[in-house]
Nanobody
Framework: QVQLVESGGGSVQAGGTLTLSCVTS????????MAWFRQAPGKEREGVAS???????TNADSVKGRFTISRSNDKNTLYLLMNSLQPEDTAIYYC???????????????????WGQGTQVNVSS
């Protein structure tokens, strides 16, 4: 059974930093595309960043230069380092795991088979 467990969310002031983690079990993260999505109140779930089995990465335009996705194969864990956080980054952040080796240029939620429970990120001005 595949499980994804996120942690690392919280409340920070604008300009602050958070690192999200997503520990996987029953799944080999190094073989597949994984991603972070987020959903703010009243908005659709949007892709934030992705990484595939070859370490190719994508980032949403809104987070380029501020967020970095990475993966530890030894720990079977996905990370999202978030710098220079802004109030518009406030959302629930979800870890997602696919059964495809590549992510494509614009990963979409329906391409992912497994999801974590989400972790809340609040950024105040």
């Amino acid at each position: 059974q595949v499980q994804l467990v996120e942690s690392g969310g919280g409340s920070v002031q604008a300009g602050g930093t958070l690192t999200l983690s997503c520990v996987t079990s029953g799944y080999t993260a190094s073989r597949y595309c994984m991603a972070w999505f987020r959903q703010a109140p009243g908005k659709e779930r949007e892709g934030v960043a992705s990484i595939d089995r070859s370490y190719s990465r994508t980032n949403a335009d809104s987070v380029k230069g501020r967020f970095t996705i990475s993966r530890s194969n030894d720990k079977n864990t996905l990370y999202l380092l978030m710098n220079s956080l802004q109030p518009e980054d406030t959302a629930i952040y979800y870890c997602a795991a696919s059964l495809y080796g590549q992510c494509g240029s614009n990963p979409r939620p329906n391409n992912f088979a497994y999801w974590g429970q989400g972790t809340q990120v609040n950024v105040s001005s």
